[in-house]
């Protein structure tokens, strides 16, 4: 079945950097790949997501890109606020298994002021 | 539109028990996905519906199940109840199961 990898596990950075994660996803079939963010206590939000038809994909300070080719993708945070540290987790879908997302194992980003 | 909603938020159950989760989906959602959601795991795919038939399933023992109502609201069973079932239970819904997915807010269920 579908393995989804994510790295780093853990990532700090000082207010104002980049924070970049990434994912590597093993099932070429899949062509839906969504980013969300947890914040403690509450549900996954979707912030993000990319279609396989896509190479990049931007949103203010969020985007995504897809290598389909090497078979990952990333997030990548611009002028990081304390408000964005939360755990973030990727996944990968294929549309003829719908609603059966792979997660990563997410990664927890913290931003300090 | 009002979010997908879960019910109950928090759950205390005893081994061997069996507990049933309930899920009501945004508004014209008619796919709902249930996911366990542990510290060691992560994030794991237990079952989809869509028009009331389970269309996708994920690898868990028959213990978990499901089943959807002609309103798309959804719920799922566990029985027999074991220390390892603490979890939280996130639901998703989307319009067809094949995009975007929006989740609850999730029933934490803790078995002593």
């Known amino acids: 079945g579908e393995n989804v990898e994510q790295h780093p596990s853990t990532l700090s950075v000082q207010e104002g950097d980049s924070a970049v994660i990434k994912c590597t996803y093993s099932?070429?079939?899949?062509?839906?790949f969504p980013w969300y963010k947890q914040e403690l206590g509450k549900r996954p939000q979707l912030i993000i997501d990319?279609?396989?038809?896509?190479g990049e994909k931007k949103d203010q300070r969020i985007a995504v890109t897809l290598n389909k080719t090497a078979k990952h993708f990333s997030l990548h945070i611009t002028e990081t606020q304390p408000e964005d540290s939360a755990v973030y987790f990727c996944a990968a879908r294929r549309n003829t298994n719908a609603g059966k997302s792979t997660f990563g194992d997410g990664t927890t980003l913290t931003v300090k002021p | 539109k009002a979010g997908v909603t879960q019910t109950p938020r928090y759950l205390i159950k005893t081994r061997g028990q069996q507990v049933t989760l309930s899920c009501s989906p945004i508004s014209g959602h008619r796919s709902v996905s249930w996911y366990q959601q542990t510290p060691g795991q992560g994030l794991q795919f237990l079952f989809e519906y869509f028009s009331e038939t389970q269309r996708n399933k994920g690898n868990f023992p028959g213990r978990f199940s499901g089943r959807q109502f002609s309103n798309s609201r959804s719920e799922m069973n566990v029985s027999t109840l074991e220390l390892g079932d603490s979890a939280l239970y996130l639901c998703?819904?989307?319009?067809?199961?094949?995009?975007?997915?929006?989740f609850g807010p999730g029933t934490r269920l803790t078995v002593t």
């Open positions: 990319i279609r396989s038809n896509v």
């Open positions: 099932d070429s079939a899949s062509n839906y």
């Open positions: 998703a819904s989307s319009l067809q199961g094949d995009y975007e997915q929006y």
